[in-house]
C-alpha cells in the first residue's frame, strides 16, 4: 500500500496557473504508475493525465494537452501537475492515484489502486 497526499489546490482566475503536488509515503514510490484525476460535481471521475514508473513516459487527456504537464521526482516520492492556461471548465476536485500493475496510459479508475484525498481546484472566469 501506499499513502497519497495532494496539496497546492487554490482558487485562480482563467489563464492563471496552479502546481499541484502529491506525496506518497508507505512502500517504494518508483514501482507504480502515477496518475491525476478529477471530479466535477455532477459529473463522473475522469482522467487527467498519467506518467511512467522511470517518468520518461506520460500520457494527457485530450482536453488539457499543451496546458498541463505531469512530472515526478523519485527521490521525493513525490508527482506533480503543472497547470497553465487554466479554464472554468477545470474546476474540480483533483486527486492523486497509484497503480502497481498499469501503464503509463492506464486512464481508467479501475487500474489504480491507491487515491489520495483530492484537492480542491477553482478556476474563476
Known amino acids: 500500500q501506499v499513502q497519497l497526499v495532494e496539496s497546492g489546490g487554490g482558487l485562480v482566475q482563467a489563464g492563471g496557473s496552479l502546481r499541484l503536488s502529491c506525496a506518497a509515503s508507505?512502500?517504494?514510490?518508483?514501482?507504480?504508475?502515477m496518475g491525476w484525476f478529477r471530479q466535477a460535481p455532477g459529473k463522473e471521475r475522469e482522467f487527467v493525465a498519467a506518467?511512467?514508473?522511470?517518468?520518461?513516459?506520460?500520457y494527457y487527456v485530450e482536453s488539457v494537452k499543451g496546458r498541463f504537464t505531469i512530472s515526478r521526482d523519485n527521490a521525493k516520492n513525490t508527482v506533480y501537475l503543472q497547470m497553465n492556461s487554466l479554464k472554468p471548465e477545470d474546476t474540480a476536485v483533483y486527486y492523486c492515484?497509484?497503480?502497481?500493475?498499469?501503464?503509463?496510459?492506464?486512464?481508467?479508475?479501475?487500474?489504480?489502486?491507491?487515491w489520495g484525498q483530492g484537492t480542491q481546484v477553482t478556476v474563476s472566469s
Open positions: 506518467i511512467s514508473r522511470s517518468g520518461d513516459r506520460t
Open positions: 508507505g512502500r517504494t514510490f518508483s514501482i507504480y504508475v
Open positions: 492515484a497509484a497503480s502497481r500493475h498499469g501503464s503509463y496510459y492506464s486512464d481508467q479508475t479501475g487500474a489504480y489502486d491507491n
